[in-house]
């Protein structure tokens, strides 16, 4: 977690050098989804024996929230640093039997980004890609160990131009990174996705 504010904070710099450049800031709110695509394999859990034993995991699709930081220049190329929240619940499974297990998924991004469209029509196509991170925590993971992990991103978003000072976002990401609740068991790579719809809020031009 504290890797991520880190990394917010130097997107904050960024953005404080970037306004007296006179950059464009744009700052967007987001909501969206929160899609895990594989499971996280075992993971040690409390048997209701007061065991603690390892059984198959996986994460659950659910609602997200965050925001962005995006600076850029005159351009095709800029630089966003992005922040996101999930409530995403731990499923385990014993043979037959599921049991969900509370869980949260907090993350984060900095990455380029760079406009594949000319922007003279008001609705641009961006591809975007850099390092990410992300953090498992909940009474799920209680048992677990390196719940923080630093991995890569990939993204893609339509930009449509509601006014010279707003612009509605849709984008996708999707989080790589390896993963694994203890070092005995082992890691696995992942890759969740995030699917989002915000208002882009140019803060300087």
């Known amino acids: ?9 130097l997107t904050a710099a960024l953005t404080s050098q970037a306004a007296a450049q006179g950059r464009t800031i744009t700052v967007t ?3 969206g989804g929160f899609i895990p695509t594989q499971a996280l394999g075992r993971i040690p859990i409390l048997s209701a024996g007061s065991q603690v034993v390892n059984i198959l995991g996986e994460g659950t699709t659910t609602g997200a929230f965050g925001g962005r930081v995006m600076v850029s220049g005159r351009g095709r190329f800029g630089v966003e640093g992005t922040y996101f929240f ?13 049991t969900v297990l ?15 469209t000319n922007g003279l029509t008001g609705t641009d196509l961006v591809v975007a890609a850099g ?4 953090n498992h ?4 993971y209680t048992y677990a160990s390196d719940q ?3 991995g890569g991103v990939l993204g893609a978003g339509l930009h449509i ?3 010279e000072m707003v612009t509605l976002r849709f984008d996708g990401e999707a989080y790589l990174y390896s993963w694994s609740a203890t070092k005995a068991l082992g890691s696995r790579m992942q890759t969740d996705v995030l699917m989002t719809v915000g208002l882009g809020l140019k803060l300087g031009r």
């Open 137 to 140: 925590r909940g009474r799920a």
């Open 1 to 9: 977690m504290k890797r991520i504010l880190m990394t917010l904070g």
């Open 102 to 116: 509370d869980g949260e998924v907090q993350g984060g991004s900095l990455k380029g980004v760079y406009r594949a």
């Open 161 to 163: 131009v509601m006014s």
């Open 131 to 134: 390092l990410s991170g992300v």
């Open 29 to 31: 709110p987001f909501v």
């Open 86 to 98: 999930s409530s995403s619940d731990l499923r385990v499974t014993v043979g037959p039997i599921a």
């Open 148 to 150: 923080f992990d630093i």
